[in-house]
């Protein structure tokens, strides 16, 4: 009798069934409060990506004030990147909870060992982002065919009654892609972080917890953008503590959304 080769185990943490939990309204509210915990065990390390957050703000509101008509374009841009630099603060969050201590240089470099997930992650949201930016053009070519509105015409449209469906006509298409790119991205990138998984996967998993949680997750992202809207009074200067607080709390986020892996036996 031959001995046959013995196959390799898979990888649990790829290849493990992806459970959700339940969520309850306060969830969120909890998520901010660990996140603020966290911002405080690592003060430095928030500090750092605060200052990105920052710089991101401080571009678009340069390009507001000189060239509105690509204002979207710019928030959809800053709406990819924020997650990926937040995924440094994930992996912050990740090794307090595991007992470790937290490292700057690890933070940034804690996306080297998933490239293939990432890049298709990447390639998705982009697609998104493009496609948002193309929308919001259109809209404005549509509403302001005598050519594009100047910083000042762009806000006496938004508060000129007679042009309500400029408005909505803008409201609905920006929320729209603003609300797939969040359905897509709200645990999808820790989910990679933490378990290594496949884009395709990690991104169903984000869409479900959205579907089976909806009231949870509306207020979720009106937490987001509320707090990253006063954030950006004062030249956003508040971003410098929104930013890592709403990153760090996105992983808390995640935990609660996703039932975590169970140690294999021995």
């Known amino acids: 009798m031959t001995d046959a080769p013995i196959p390799s185990a898979p990888d649990p943490r790829a290849s493990a069934p992806v459970t959700l939990q339940p969520l309850r309204l306060a969830d969120p509210f909890v998520w901010l409060a660990k996140g603020v915990r966290d911002m ?70 804690c996306w080297d060992t998933h490239m293939g997930s990432m890049g298709m992650l990447v390639l998705v949201l982009v697609v998104l982002e493009l496609l948002w930016g193309r929308a919001s053009l259109v809209v404005f070519a549509v509403f302001f065919n005598t050519g594009m509105p100047s910083t000042t015409g762009v806000l006496q449209a938004v508060f000129n009654p007679q042009n309500w469906s400029f408005v909505a006509v803008y409201t609905v298409v920006g929320g729209a892609f603003a609300a797939l790119v969040f359905s897509t991205s709200v645990v999808s990138i820790p989910m990679i972080l933490d378990r290594d998984t496949d884009a395709l996967t990690a991104g169903i998993t984000s869409m479900r917890v959205v579907l089976e949680n909806p009231a949870v997750m509306l207020l979720w992202g009106a937490l987001i953008t509320a707090i990253v809207a006063l954030s950006l009074w004062f030249w956003g200067v508040g971003l410098l503590l929104a930013g890592p607080v709403l990153g760090f709390a996105s992983w808390h986020a995640y935990r609660a959304s996703v039932t975590p892996l169970q140690p294999s036996a021995a």
Do not use: H, N
């Not at 065990?41 to 571009?59: K, Q």
């Not at 710019?74 to 470790?100: H, I, K, N, Q, V």
């Open 40 to 109: 405080r065990a690592a003060p430095g390390i928030a500090l750092f990506y605060g200052v990105c957050f920052w710089c991101m703000a401080l571009v678009l509101g340069w390009v507001f004030r000189t060239k509105p008509e690509y204002t979207m374009s710019m928030a959809s841009g800053c709406l990819l990147l924020g997650p990926f630099l937040a995924m440094g603060l994930y992996d912050t969050s990740r090794r307090r909870e595991a007992g470790l201590k937290p490292v700057l240089s690890e933070s940034l470099t």
